[in-house]
Structure formats: structure tokens, C-alpha cells
């Protein structure tokens, strides 16, 4: 009830998306797309801020080779956001609070502005205190999909809990499942006991396939027989998947359909793993784990043991 409270507070303000300095930190998905349509727990980023301001239109401000394809947002004063921010109550009573020409920062990084322009410089500055998390690079999709999950499962606005078929075993809480009226769920385990698992509308789940929470299945989704999912992993729109996943991010239209392992990984949109793929997630001598991307070649350790293929649009 306090979240639909807080979204009927915000209604008609003019929300944008801005995209700062750590734009290629999310490569090689940020080649193709703004970070605003990065893809995590049940929803994009964008869908996630037009959840919490109960649907009105959330514009993208990004590079000038990407602007084309999105809308170009209206003149007035608008309420300016840091992509990278995960929303929750806190942050967005703390963007609520935002006068005309007031901004907030964390050291030199503008976190939120209310204002005409994006020229925070002009703005009065005011100090962050509110408790978020950020995405900060391209791993962190799988790495806080976790919270992702939990947090979008509780927004999602689920009118009951469908009891799936009586030939599938549920083992937790029934309160931890959702399955959409139209999706259709045949003899599998579904483990509800470490997190939620939410199966959307028109979305598959073939027989024998066994599935650990937290775990989001999106619409049109098929999991096709006999496949292994582990929690945390987040399957969006019209994917395709078989064999043994653990903690992956699949961007919507994207297939691994076969036998073969994926772990602790993002893949972007229309990505197809031929049968039998197999990509490793830990180094021989369980070393953290450095990736560079494709434009500066810095390399940079990300700190993680487990951290698995980061595969962009379009890639077979």
C-alpha cells in the first residue's frame, strides 16, 4: 500500500533517464541500446521507474548516435535521473522532495535534478543520504539480480496466486510463486524456498524441468525439456531455454535451447548458443576474474570468483 501511495504522488511529473560517465562500463550492451533499456530482475530499467511513477512516461536521455531511436522528451521542468540508480521508497520520496533547480550529488556524480535544463552546474547541490543501490557495470546485472527479483516480485501488481498443475511439486511457500492464468507449466519441480519464482503470461515450462527462486520466466518464455535453472536468473521476453543455467541474465528474443552450461553471465537480445554450448565461470586457479571491453581495452578486475560470458546483441 505505501508503494501505490507514493506512485499516486508522483503522477504527471516529467521523469527522464540520463545516462553518466560509466556508460561504457556496461559494454558491449551498451553499443546497441541505452543503459535505460538494460534488461534485470523482471523488468528494464525504464519499466522499473514507470512502475514506481504508476505508468506516466518516462523519457531516455542517451548518446547521440542511440537518441534517434528513442523520444525526445518535452520542453518544462522535468525531474532528471541517474540511470544507474535502482529505485526503491526511500529514493524516490527523496526525488519527490526536489525543488525547482535542485539537484542531488555523491561527490561529483549527480544522482537526481528537478529543473528546464541538464546543466547541473547552475543547480543548488544537495547531498545524497538515501539508501539505494547502483548499477555500476555490466556484471552487476547478475550480481544484484537477486534483490532484483525480490524487489519487482513484491512491485509486481499480481491479483492472486495460480496454483500450478496438480502433476508439478511445489516445495516452499505458495506466497513465493506466481504463475500467469496463460502461461502453462507442465510436471516440473518448482523450489520456492530460496526466493520467488514469477512465470508470466503465455510463457512455457516443459516437463521435467527442475527450477530454484529467485527466477523469473517472461511472457512468451519456453523452458524446454528437462531444464536445470538455478536462482538467481532472470529469462526475459520469448527466450529460449534448455540445459543448466545459474545465475544468468537472457535480454528478451534470445536462445540457448540445448544442452550445455551457462553460469554467473548477461546475455544481450536475439543471441543464439548452438547445442552443447558450454562457457566457463571460474578460472582454473579460482582467481577473481578481469574483463576489458572492446573500445578503451582497460582491463579491470571485477572482484568476482564467479563471473561467466557477457555476450552482446545479436551474438551467435
Known amino acids: 500500500m505505501e508503494i501505490q501511495a507514493q506512485r499516486l504522488n508522483l503522477k504527471n511529473m516529467q521523469i527522464v533517464l540520463f545516462e553518466d560517465h560509466l556508460v561504457n562500463s556496461f559494454l558491449p550492451l551498451s553499443h546497441t541500446r541505452a543503459l535505460a533499456d538494460l534488461f534485470a530482475g523482471m523488468y528494464s530499467v525504464r519499466e522499473r521507474w514507470q512502475l514506481y511513477f504508476e505508468g506516466e512516461s518516462v523519457f531516455v536521455q542517451t548518446r547521440t548516435i542511440l537518441q534517434d531511436l528513442y523520444e525526445a522528451y518535452p520542453d518544462g521542468e522535468t525531474v532528471f535521473i541517474n540511470v544507474r540508480l535502482i529505485p526503491n521508497r526511500d529514493a524516490v520520496s527523496a526525488i519527490q522532495s526536489l525543488k525547482t533547480n535542485e539537484a542531488f550529488f555523491i561527490h561529483d556524480v549527480c544522482v537526481a535534478a528537478r529543473g528546464m535544463h541538464m546543466n547541473w552546474d547552475t543547480f543548488e547541490h544537495r547531498a545524497w543520504t538515501s539508501e539505494a543501490m547502483w548499477l555500476n557495470g555490466i556484471t552487476d546485472l547478475f550480481s544484484v539480480n537477486d534483490y532484483l527479483i525480490r524487489a519487482d516480485f513484491a512491485l509486481a501488481n499480481k491479483n492472486n496466486n495460480v496454483a500450478p498443475s496438480q502433476h508439478c511439486r511445489v516445495i516452499g511457500e505458495t506466497s513465493n510463486l ?51 535453472c538455478y536462482g538467481p536468473s532472470s529469462f526475459g521476453e520469448e527466450c ?6 545459474s545465475n544468468v541474465v537472457f535480454h528478451p528474443f534470445s536462445n540457448k535451447g540445448h544442452d550445455g552450461f551457462l553460469g554467473n553471465a548477461v546475455v544481450g537480445s536475439w543471441v543464439n548458443f548452438g547445442a552443447d554450448s558450454n562457457c566457463s565461470n571460474l578460472k582454473n586457479n579460482y582467481s577473481t576474474v578481469s574483463i576489458s571491453n572492446d573500445l578503451d581495452r582497460n582491463e579491470f578486475n571485477t572482484g568476482l570468483t564467479f563471473c561467466g560470458a557477457l555476450v552482446g546483441d545479436h551474438a551467435k
Open 240 to 245: 529460449r531455454i534448455g540445459g543448466e543455467t
Open 178 to 228: 506466481y504463475i500467469h492464468p496463460t502461461a502453462k507449466v507442465l510436471d516440473a519441480v518448482l523450489n520456492v524456498e530460496a526466493g520467488p519464482i514469477f512465470i508470466d503470461a503465455d510463457a512455457e515450462v516443459m516437463e521435467g524441468s527442475m527450477l530454484r527462486g529467485p527466477l523469473y520466466v517472461g511472457k512468451h518464455a519456453v523452458l524446454k525439456m528437462g531444464t536445470k
